[in-house]
């Protein structure tokens, strides 16, 4: 009995290691792609100079 309370525990010590480290991965992707994610949407090649910004709009959209 003591035998499988032990395997018991260890199951339980590496399922939560294994989610303790998935939530640190987690974070950091997002942590990565608040410091990154912006700065991709201002450097788009779709623009024709991302320096100069939006110029002079009149109107939204």
Known sequence: MS???DQN???ERRR???EKRTKQQALQARMR???KGGLRMLL???RDNSAQ???DT???G
């Open 16 to 18: 939560l290691a294994d």
């Open 3 to 5: 035998r499988q309370v």
């Open 58 to 60: 009149d109107t939204l």
């Open 9 to 11: 525990q260890e199951a």
């Open 44 to 46: 788009s090649e779709e």
């Open 53 to 55: 910004g939006l110029g």
């Open 33 to 35: 792609a608040r410091r």
